[in-house]
């Protein structure tokens, strides 16, 4: 048995997101290069870096530790085990739109281990939303259920009204 969920996320953010929020946003949805700034997502797990061959292990002899950036919902192609397809897209909207901004949509597969990143981007589009009165839809099921279920933050833990809460060490 796997601890894997299907994750839904539909979110419609404001207009004013500055180039540095839209560049890291496409990058988490796996929809551009790895930005030069984070600020959506700040706090990449790490890993311990003792391969001989590199120069700075090389130069002092001694390991270190070196974040792993990840994307937070950049999956694509056939699900492996919650059927269908996982994509995730971001378009802007028109102008002449009844309300210009940004609609974005992910459906992903992850496993319970790997929730860090996706719950730290879903507080930052839900921060992003509730300060302009735009909208955020979660919803989630494990990989067996037959129905998503409407997922919500609490506490900063995703969750839904039935038994499942993934809880992030952050």
């Known amino acids: 048995m796997a ?26 949805l796996g929809l551009g290069p790895e930005p030069e700034e984070f600020t959506i997502v700040t706090d990449f797990p790490a890993e311990f870096v003792d391969d001989p061959d590199d120069p700075r292990v090389a130069a002092s002899g001694e390991g270190y530790w070196a974040a792993v950036r990840l994307p937070a919902l950049a999956q694509r192609g056939a699900a492996a085990r919650i ?7 971001l378009e802007r909207r028109g102008p002449d739109e009844r309300r210009p901004g940004w609609a ?21 589009l839900d921060r992003r939303v509730r300060e302009s009165a735009f909208d ?11 129905a998503l279920e409407p997922a919500f933050l609490r506490n900063g833990e995703l969750v839904t009204q039935g038994t499942v809460s993934i809880s992030p060490e952050l």
């Open 3 to 28: 601890d894997l969920y299907e994750l839904l996320v539909t979110a419609d953010l404001p207009d004013d997101l500055s180039e540095t929020e839209a560049a890291e946003l496409r990058w988490h």
């Open 83 to 89: 059927r269908g397809v996982l994509f995730s897209a």
């Open 104 to 124: 974005l949509t992910s459906r992903q597969e992850i496993h319970a281990d790997d929730f860090d990143l996706a719950t730290q981007f879903i507080r930052w």
């Open 136 to 146: 955020l839809s979660l919803h989630m099921r494990f990989y067996e259920d037959d």
